[in-house]
């Protein structure tokens, strides 16, 4: 089992209030303008009225890529409009087609609550990675938080995950938002930002490969991993380690400004987040194969993120 790790919204924001009324708590996503990202925001901002329709009654979303890889999202708890259920899917398509490993088939058999409490028992032959996405009240400061469940033998990738979305103004939302939100944390459940310690890396047997992926210097966490580190460089990054936050799953958002995977100072409202050949090797050193040519342009300008 593993312990759930916040993720997107490890940043604190009044929910009810920020997308509605355009406030932001201090450290929460802010607004940004990134005038190369429009054809991706109005993507997610047009939800085809009769796919809606299809996914209004149904409880499994799948990705709709071309990509071996494919995602099953197994939805439970507040049940979602079908045009929210539309932009789970396009979440989950963005993703598979970062991906171009194709997942090991394995037999489960786990009691209910293996990964977190409420989920139900798994015993079936797992033949594609899937998702609890599981919506409920989280509270006023989160959007959702989400981690990896038991992990292959050998390869030390996740067999499932598990994402909590917050019911309490989902509805509020902008399209891009939601997008955004379920883009960073299926790549958390996919071991983003989750598998990088000694610790976390268990596979279903009980053994460890022992690889640590970040290291400490003074009271600054860094990533270290070989292809993550080389990308960073050659976007701009400089040293020998990438800045993470505090939590030691995201990047540092003063650094990393409006990625999709950066920490509370980088993050926006109502945009989807470049995915950047950062985020990309950083799966390639969790060991999966990937399509670099789905990276979004993205570099890292050494000054401070902007304010507003």
Not at 24 to 52: F, I, T
Request: proline share 5%; net charge neutral.
């Amino acid at each position: 089992m593993h312990r759930r790790r916040t993720a997107s919204m490890t940043t604190t924001l009044l929910m009810l209030c920020s997308v509605a009324c355009g406030l932001s708590a201090p450290g929460a996503r802010m607004p940004d303008k990134v005038p190369e990202l429009g054809a991706r925001n109005a993507q997610a901002r047009s939800v085809d009225p009769a796919l809606a329709r299809s996914l209004a009654g149904s409880q499994t979303v799948l990705s709709s890529a071309s990509s071996p890889f494919v995602i099953e999202l197994r939805l439970r708890g507040k049940p979602l409009s079908g045009a929210q259920k539309v932009i789970l899917q396009q979440a989950a398509t963005r993703v598979s087609n970062l991906l171009t490993s194709k997942f090991q088939p394995v037999a489960l058999d786990l009691p209910g609550g293996a990964c977190d409490k409420g989920l139900p028992a798994i015993r079936e032959q797992v033949e594609r990675f899937f998702v609890f996405v599981v919506v409920k009240d989280l509270g006023d400061e989160v959007y959702g938080d989400s981690t990896p469940c038991d992990l292959h033998d050998q390869t030390y990738l996740p067999i499932y995950g598990a994402i909590d979305l917050n019911s309490r103004g989902l509805d509020l939302q902008a399209a891009p938002e939601l997008l955004d939100t379920m883009i960073h944390e299926l790549l958390h459940a996919l071991g983003v930002g989750t598998l990088w310690t000694q610790g976390e890396r268990v596979s279903l047997s009980g053994e460890s490969d022992g690889r640590t992926l970040v290291r400490k210097v003074g009271k600054q966490w860094f990533y270290t991993a070989p292809r993550a580190l080389a990308a960073y460089t050659a976007l701009g990054g400089q040293g020998s380690g990438i800045a993470l936050d505090p939590d030691q799953g995201h990047w540092a958002g003063a650094l990393f400004c409006s990625e999709i995977l950066s920490g509370a100072a980088g993050d926006v409202t109502d945009r989807v987040n470049p995915i950047s050949l950062i985020t990309l090797a950083a799966l390639q050193d969790l060991g999966y194969a990937v399509n670099l040519s789905r990276a979004d342009r993205y570099r890292i300008s050494g000054k401070a993120c902007p304010s507003y």
